[in-house]
């Protein structure tokens, strides 16, 4: 009964791969996010996506591409693998409550990406 | 740029002491605010939300919110060894945007 779960736990591929990650939430909510957490831990919002609608686009590069098929799934592609992209991505959910305010998010347990 | 700053740490405390973690944020329009926590090699879990200035408790883990001076921290008593982790402040900004700081790291020494 795992609430957000991510797939692959671990990703080492070569510079210039492009390669997926999958997420799924059955939290039954109607928000989802990527985040990137580096070497020095800071956990940074790349996207986010509402009733599969992106509405949160932070400045990443455009080999990133994110789609939602529908409100439980959210992928992460990531085109021409660089260096830099090694960090740990994080999936998260939460049911967004209006009046500029949201509820608490629930994480995934991360992809571990090395690019080599 | 708005931004949540965190103490990077380390913290130190003994065990059964009170430790006290804090938060600044710049965003005035900001909402919710939360504490995770994140063990090394895991992903992070929520603590603590609050929405209101004043106190909030819960168990061990009391969060506190001063809107006016944009502060919030959490107070843990009873420090216990198993409670060593990164702490992570995070406020809600813009409705669906939420920023963490780098977290404060925590060492409670048996």
């Known amino acids: 009964d795992t609430a957000v779960s991510q797939t692959p736990k671990y990703l080492v591929t070569q510079m210039g791969n492009d390669k997926s990650i999958k997420c799924e939430q059955n939290?039954?909510?109607?928000?989802m996010y990527w985040y990137k957490q580096d070497s020095k831990k800071f956990l940074k919002i790349m996207f986010s996506?509402?009733?599969?609608?992106?509405?949160i686009n932070e400045t990443v590069p455009n080999r990133f591409s994110p789609k939602s098929p529908d409100k439980a799934h959210l992928n992460l592609h990531i085109n021409s693998l660089e260096l830099g992209d090694s960090a740990v991505y994080f999936c998260?959910?939460?049911?967004?409550?209006?009046?500029?305010?949201?509820?608490?998010?629930?994480f995934g347990p991360g992809t571990r990406l090395t690019v080599t | 740029q708005k931004e949540v700053e965190q103490n990077s740490g380390p913290l130190s405390v003994p065990e059964g002491a009170i430790a006290s973690l804090n938060c600044t944020y710049s965003?005035?329009?900001?909402?919710?605010f939360f504490w995770y926590r994140q063990y090394s090699g895991k992903s992070p879990e929520l603590i603590m939300f609050?929405?209101?200035?004043g106190d909030k408790e819960d168990g061990r883990f009391t969060a506190q919110l001063n809107k006016a001076s944009q502060y919030v921290s959490l107070l843990i008593r009873d420090s216990q060894p198993s409670d060593s982790a990164t702490y992570l402040c995070?406020?809600?900004?813009?409705?669906?945007?939420?920023?963490f700081g780098a977290g404060t790291r925590l060492f409670v020494k048996a």
């Open positions: 965003d005035r329009g900001s909402q919710s």
């Open positions: 996506y509402n009733n599969k609608e992106l509405i």
């Open positions: 995070a406020a809600t900004t813009g409705g669906f945007k939420t920023i």
């Open positions: 609050i929405y209101s200035n």
């Open positions: 939290l039954g909510h109607d928000t």
């Open positions: 998260a959910s939460s049911q967004f409550r209006g009046s500029g305010a949201s509820y608490e998010q629930y």
